[in-house]
C-alpha cells in the first residue's frame, strides 16, 4: 500500500536532486546546505544517534526534493519571491476562518465570496478542515480519514486547485488544517491496525492493560470530560486501549515511531504542492507522550516542529506553519522556538491567553488578568507573529489563564468560575447568551461557547442604549485584536454581527458537540445589511475595514514590532504600546474615564471606548481611530 515506508538507497537525495532541472537543482542544493545541520540535530535529538536516523533524514530530504522538484512553476516562483521578503506575511495581515460549508456551500462557493473577503482587507483564509472526515460524527472535519483528498461533500481536487489559484491572485493565502495529533479511525492506518497489521499499530499509541491506562491518567488533563471523558478508548479487536486525547473515533499518532513523522510530514509538503500557503497545525502540544508529565509540550514537540520547518524551508519554504497550542501564556513562545532548543519553528501561533483574558477582562471591567497575559508575553523572533482573535470555531477555555489569574491572589479560580458563569448568562446582571462548554458544574471553569454578539449582549438588548454598549464591547475586543496581532483573525460571522447558531439548524446537526452553538450558516441578509449605513452590520464592518486600512498603511503594525503594557492608573484599562510610534487605550469599564495618554495629554475615552494614537512629529499624540 502506498504508505508502507521502503527503506531508502543511500543518498537517495541527491539522486532525487539529479533528477531535478539545474536551476532547481542549484538552488535546492542551497537550501539543503541551510538546512540539513538542524535536521539532523533535531531528528537525533528526538530518535538517538545511528543509522535510523541517518535512514530517516535521507527520506525525508529525498521527499522534500522530490516535491520541490514538482512544485509548480507559480508556486516554486513564489517561494523564491517570498524568501527575498521574508516579511511578506507580516505587512497589514488580516485573517478570516470558517467553515467551508456554513461559509459558503463548498470550495467553489469559496471562490465566490473573494471579494466579499478582499472588501475586509483579508490576507489570509482559514477553511476548516476540508479533507475527507471520518463517516458519522468526526468533530467539524478534525477526524481525517485521508489527508490529502479533499471531503466530496465540499468539492474535488480540481475545486481546491481552483481555489487556491483565484485566492492567491487576490493576495490571500489559503491555510488548510493539519491535524498532526491523531487521525480518523477510519484512516487506512487505523483500518490496518485493527486488522492485526503490526507495523500500522505501531503508528498509535496504546496501552495494554488498565493498570497502564490508569498509570497514564494520572497525570492527564481530560479535554471534552463531559462528552468523552478520558484519554483512551479499548478496541477489543486489539485488546488495547488507544490513546484518544480528544473523541474515541480521534486516534493519536506515536511520533516515537519515525515512520509516523515520515508519512505526515510527506503528505503535508505534498498538501503544499496544491497550493496550500499556511498550515494550521492542530493540537500540537500533543504530540509527545511522557510518563510521569501530563504529556504536553514535551521538548520532543518543538524538536520535530523544527524539524518540519526545516523540511518545508527546502520543499516549500513560501508555506507558513501556525501552532494551534492552546496552552497558557507562557508555554506559547516555544512554538516560535524561543524554548530550550532555539531555532526557527512556527511563524505564527494563536494568543488564546490573550483571547481568553480580554473576555476575563469584560465580564470583570477589570484588566488585571489580561494585563498579565500582556506583561508575560515576551517579543516574538523576526520574521513571525502572534495571531490574535476575538472569537474562532472552538469555546472559549478559561483554564489557560490559570498560572496568570493565580499570581493575582487567592481568588483566583474564582475569577475564571465567575467569568464562565457570566458568559453562560447565569451571573446576575449579565448580558450573555452563551453556554458552558464541557461541564454542568457549577464549580468548574472549562470552556464557555457562544458567538461574540451573543456574548456581548446584542441580542439581549432591549433598549437603543444596550444596543449600543453591546456594540461597544465587540468593537473594542475587536480593536483590542486588531491592535496587538501581527495577523487579526476574524471568525465567520463576527464581521456582521451574526448570532447563535438557530435550535432549529442545532437540532438538524450531526452529535451533541456544544461548540456548534457558535457555528451557525451565514446568513446573506446580514451580509447585505452591512450596505446600509447606519445599521449595526454597517458599523461593525466599516470599522473593521478601517482597522484593517490602518494595518496596511503603518509599519508599527508589522508582526513583529514588539507590543508592551504600559500602566493606564485606571483598573478598567489597558494601555499598550506598540513599537515607538503607537500607542493604544482599551476602555473595559460601562463607565467612562479620562486617561492620561502621555506627553501631557488626557483624553476621555467613553464606556468600552478604545483610542489609537500615533506620536507625531510635533510630539503631540494624533488619534488615529476610536
Ligand atoms: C483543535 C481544534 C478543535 C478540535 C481539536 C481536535 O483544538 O480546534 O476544534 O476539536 O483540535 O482535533
Redesign the pocket.
Known sequence: MSSSVSVPKASAWRVALMNASPDRADELAKRIAQQLPILQNRLSRTYGEGNQVEELTEQLLAAAVDIARKRSQALWDLDLSRQSQPHWHQKGAVGYTAYVDHFAGNLRGVVDRIDYLKSLGVTYLHLLPFFKAAEGPN??G?AVANFEVVEPRLGTQADLQLLTQALRAAGISLCSDF?L??VAHDHEWAVEARNGNPEFQNFFCMAHSQAEVDGWEKNLPQIFPDTAPGNFTYQPSLKAWVWTT?YPY?WDLNYANPKVFFEVVSAMMRVANMGVEAFRL??TGFLWKREGTNCQNQPEVHWLLQAMRALMEIACPGVLLKA?A?MPTHQLPPYFGLGETPGPECHLAYHSSMMAASWVALAEENVSILQAVMQNTPAVPQGSSWLTYVRC??DIGWNVLRPEAQALGDTHYQRLLNASHFFAGIAPGSYAQGASFQTTDLQTAHGTNGMASALVGMYSASTPADSQLALDRLLLLQSLSYFTGGLPLLYMGDELGMGNTSAEVLAARQGPDG?ELHRPNWQEALAQLRKQEGSVQHRIFSKLQAFAQLRKSLTAFHGDVPVNAIESKHPTVLALQRGAELKGFFNFSRLPVDQDVGNGQTLAIKPYGFVWLQSSSSATLRTLID
Open positions: 468533530d467539524g478534525f491535524v495529533n491523531h480528544f480521534q492542530d493540537s494551534e492552546i470555531h472552538d461548540r
